[in-house]
């Protein structure tokens, strides 16, 4: 599906799976459309494409060249080992922000307080996904 996100800012991607297989099946790496290919078990935590544990392919400081990219989720299914490449393809629709914006969230938050119960040594990624002109700065 296509995602819109302001210049400069972090896009992030989802890999729709159905419900009905979502317990079985994971995403292993997303595609553009030139061939290269991002692993979800690869690459720097520093680089400008990023799949977290979720499959979500967070792309950094978009740039006008990101919007003539797809993307493609491939997926693999944990027990018979089957890999497939989503049917359709995403992309970004790049704006360019005329004036400064506050921070914003695509989906609200209904509150501020968040306790996350994890696992010592497992995977966690905590994310904020605010755009916004200047670029958002968290820590």
């Known amino acids: 599906m296509d995602e819109s996100v302001l210049k400069g800012n972090t896009a992030i991607l989802k890999c729709h799976i159905p419900s009905f297989v979502s317990d079985y099946v994971f995403v292993i790496s997303w595609l553009q459309d030139d061939g290269h290919e991002i692993l979800a078990d690869g690459g720097p935590y520093d680089s400008k494409y990023l799949v977290l544990p979720s499959g979500e392919l967070h792309i950094r400081d978009v740039g006008p060249e990101d919007g003539y990219k ?70």
């Open 70 to 139: 797809s993307y493609q989720c491939r997926t693999k299914h944990r027990l018979t080992g089957e890999t497939r490449l989503s049917a359709t393809k995403g992309r970004l629709v790049i704006t360019e922000p005329i004036s400064s914006k506050a921070p914003t969230f695509a989906t609200e938050s209904k509150g501020f307080i968040r306790v996350f119960d994890k696992e010592l040594g497992k995977s966690f990624a905590l994310l904020c996904p605010a755009q916004g002109q200047p670029t958002p700065i968290f820590r």
